[in-house]
């Protein structure tokens, strides 16, 4: 099957198995690696990309829902990395091991793109799926804080 | 003595004490047995002359549905969705959200597609939500449920035809019968379960007693 996606602003055109997970589809034929493969089960967020804006955990969705459709990787977030999100990152130092940074970085703008000034229950709420393994919870929080123009550390 | 105690053994016997989920409803007739993964169908509720009782029997029966954690776990009494036998909370955390879909980041679309993922055993039908919060059962008897479907301040508007197709060929409901993975499926199938709800809406769609347990 032809599977049509506009990924990160580009037409592409993909002759693979329809039930492909999407993460496959981009790192493996497209060969955009910025999306992890954490858990292949939806349950730690290293995956996720925005379909049409809206944040889906690539490893589980299958590559024909994405048909028709919008896809924006970290690749394609910001260019030169200058997303306000990608600068707070960097200025306060967030990652770790970096590995699951992707995944947060994609959910923290899809929140702020919805709630620019998101309260820190808000934030809990909608970063829930996003496992950071080295626990670098506490910097995240006060990145997507940073990125909204919000104190960084208030709660 | 054996003879005198004989009158409150058969009793006991016709009242279904010893089985809770197979035995069919309580009371005076005794309904056909059936495995705990298995529906009666209408036909088994005919020996019941009353037709209110009948009616308040077979939702009884559809009540093993309805109160199947299966069908449960989306319709928490809370904000958290529950998941698995044991009813746990939804792992990873997710809420309800303003729309019973989710927050942003976390919705259910997220990560629950339009099947079952066989790899991933993420679990998956078409709009895959939670019931609003007005049709929660979580913790509710079967009377409790019985009245809340009929409500149509608390059932979405529905009159009563469009109850009885809802349950016997939504997407979303059927699912319950193809949890995919190595889950539980609720009893019976969709088909049988349609037709115990018709049969209980043909019926006068009596609710049973608060006490009232299938």
């Known amino acids: 099957m032809s599977v049509r996606i506009r990924v990160n602003g580009v037409e592409k055109t993909l002759d693979v198995d329809p039930e492909m997970p999407l993460l496959w589809a981009l790192r493996d034929v497209l060969g955009l690696t910025g999306t992890k493969y954490g858990c292949g089960q939806a349950l730690c967020g290293a995956c996720t990309v925005h379909l049409d804006g809206q944040v889906v955990r690539a490893c589980v969705t299958p590559v024909r829902r994405a048909d028709g459709h919008a896809v924006t990787t970290i690749e394609g977030l910001a260019p030169e990395g200058s997303h306000p999100l990608q600068r707070a990152w960097v200025e306060l130092g967030v990652p770790q091991c970096g590995f699951c940074q992707a995944g947060q970085i994609m959910t923290a703008a899809a929140l702020l793109k919805a709630k620019p000034k998101p309260s820190d229950d808000e934030i809990d709420q909608s970063m829930a799926g996003n496992l950071c393994r080295c626990g670098a919870y506490p910097r995240i929080r006060a990145a997507i804080r940073k990125a909204a123009g919000m104190p960084e550390g208030e709660r | ?214």
């Open chain 2, 1 to 214: 003595m054996h003879q005198r105690l004989l009158p409150f053994a058969v009793a006991f016997v016709l009242a279904g004490c010893g089985n809770p989920t197979a035995d069919g409803p309580k009371g005076p007739t005794a309904l056909r047995k059936v495995a705990p993964n298995e529906l009666r169908a209408p036909s088994d509720f005919a020996s019941i002359e009353d037709t209110r009782e009948r009616s308040r029997a077979l939702f009884l029966e559809a009540s093993r549905v309805f109160t199947h954690p299966r069908c449960v776990n989306c319709h928490p009494n809370g904000d958290i969705p529950h998941q698995g036998m044991n009813m746990q909370l939804h792992d990873p955390p997710s809420v309800r959200g303003p729309d019973n879909h989710g927050v942003v980041g976390m919705e259910c679309t997220s990560c629950h597609q339009d099947k079952n993922q066989e790899l991933s055993r993420v679990p998956g039908a078409p709009h895959w939500a939670l019931a609003p919060i007005e049709m929660a059962w979580v913790g509710k008897s079967p009377r409790q449920i019985c009245e809340q479907i009929k409500d149509p301040k608390r059932n979405g508007g529905k009159a009563l035809a469009a109850i009885v197709e809802h349950n016997a060929h939504d997407a979303l409901v059927g699912w319950g019968w193809h949890p995919g993975a190595d889950r539980e499926p609720v009893p019976g199938t969709q088909e049988q379960f349609g037709a115990i709800v018709a049969a209980w809406a043909e019926s006068g769609a009596e609710c049973p007693a608060e006490g009232a347990r299938p």
